[in-house]
């Protein structure tokens, strides 16, 4: 009698099925008007506005304006009596709620960190010993998450040059983490034999622009028409060619 013997590394995980955009966003609110409020939360102490509703609805006010000035002049440009003008605020309103243009930016990108913490650190339980699905998910849920939140990571990217050194380490802590992230996976993914990776950690920082390109670059796709979910299965693809055997 024949016997065939299967290899450990010649199997195929099981997939698990890609969610939906829509189904990440019912998962997770990330509305501005949340993260204003979360950001009211955070520095309660400091903002003068005691009133929440009154404090998130000017701090929404605040946060798009800043958005939008920087993206078409450069946070640096931006004076506060431009932000003040813009989002038809006073001048001392604004210093309800800030002290200095340094201390707007870290509350911005205070939000834009605890968002990565929130939705990348807490995989599916299922996933603890899945490497495979874990990094799809890792991919997945960036995409997504940079979708809804896409002028918030522009301005963390594109105005990194800006930063002061708090707001440059705050941002540099918050992408190490995700590519330590990815790299768990791909270590995991490896000693299982599922990926087959010659530098875990520089492995994970190559993927990382690839996933910096769908929100930096958005026009580029929207012109082609690609969908957020199209993405996430062009990238996984690519990656996973690149890493399995």
Same mark, same amino acid.
């Given at each position: 009698?024949?016997?065939?013997?299967?290899?450990?590394?010649?199997?195929?995980?099981?997939?698990?099925?890609?969610?939906?955009?829509?189904?990440?966003?019912?998962?997770?609110?990330?509305?501005?008007?949340?993260?204003?409020?979360?950001?009211?939360?955070?520095?309660?102490?400091?903002?003068?506005?005691?009133?929440?509703?009154?404090?998130?609805?000017?701090?929404?006010?605040?946060?798009?304006?800043?958005?939008?000035?920087?993206?078409?002049?450069?946070?640096? %440009?931006?004076?506060? @009596?431009? $932000? *003040?003008?813009? !989002?038809? &605020?006073?001048?001392? #309103? +604004?210093?309800?709620?800030?002290?200095?243009?340094?201390?707007?930016?870290?509350?911005?990108?205070?939000?834009?960190?605890?968002?990565?913490?929130?939705?990348?650190?807490?995989?599916?339980?299922?996933?603890?010993?899945?490497?495979?699905?874990?990094?799809?998910?890792?991919?997945?849920?960036?995409?997504?998450?940079?979708?809804?939140?896409?002028?918030?990571?522009?301005?963390?990217?594109?105005?990194?040059?800006?930063? %002061?050194?708090?707001? @440059?380490? $705050? *941002?540099?802590? !918050?992408? &190490?983490?995700?590519? #330590? +992230?990815?790299?768990?996976?791909?270590?995991?993914?490896?000693?299982?034999?599922?990926?087959?990776?010659?530098?875990?950690?520089?492995?994970?920082?190559?993927?990382?622009?690839?996933?910096?390109?769908?929100?930096?670059?958005?026009?580029?796709?929207?012109?082609?028409?690609?969908?957020?979910?199209?993405?996430?299965?062009?990238?996984?693809?690519?990656?996973?060619?690149?890493?399995?055997?």
């Amino acid at each position: 009698m024949h016997v065939t013997h299967t290899n450990q590394s010649s199997r195929r995980p099981t997939v698990a099925p890609m969610r939906t955009l829509k189904a990440f966003q019912e998962e997770f609110d990330l509305s501005t008007k949340f993260l204003c409020a979360r950001m009211f939360d955070r520095h309660r102490e400091t903002i003068r506005t005691q009133k929440r509703h009154v404090a998130v609805g000017n701090l929404v006010r605040i946060t798009k304006t800043t958005l939008a000035l920087s993206n078409r002049t450069g946070f640096h %440009s931006m004076s506060l @009596r431009d $932000l *003040a003008s813009e !989002s038809g &605020l006073s001048m001392g #309103a +604004l210093y309800n709620y800030f002290d200095s243009k340094d201390t707007l930016l870290l509350m911005i990108l205070g939000e834009v960190a605890a968002a990565v913490k929130e939705t990348l650190s807490s995989p599916p339980q299922a996933l603890e010993h899945d490497p495979l699905n874990r990094l799809r998910w890792l991919l997945e849920t960036h995409v997504y998450l940079t979708e809804t939140m896409q002028p918030w990571f522009v301005f963390a990217y594109m105005e990194a040059k800006a930063f %002061s050194r708090e707001g @440059r380490e $705050l *941002a540099v802590r !918050s992408e &190490l983490a995700t590519e #330590a +992230l990815i790299a768990f996976a791909l270590a995991d993914g490896e000693a299982q034999s599922v990926f087959v990776v010659d530098d875990i950690d520089l492995t994970a920082a190559i993927i990382k622009p690839l996933l910096q390109d769908w929100y930096v670059k958005r026009s580029k796709y929207r012109r082609r028409g690609v969908s957020a979910e199209q993405y996430v299965r062009a990238i996984t693809s690519f990656v996973e060619a690149a890493l399995t055997r």
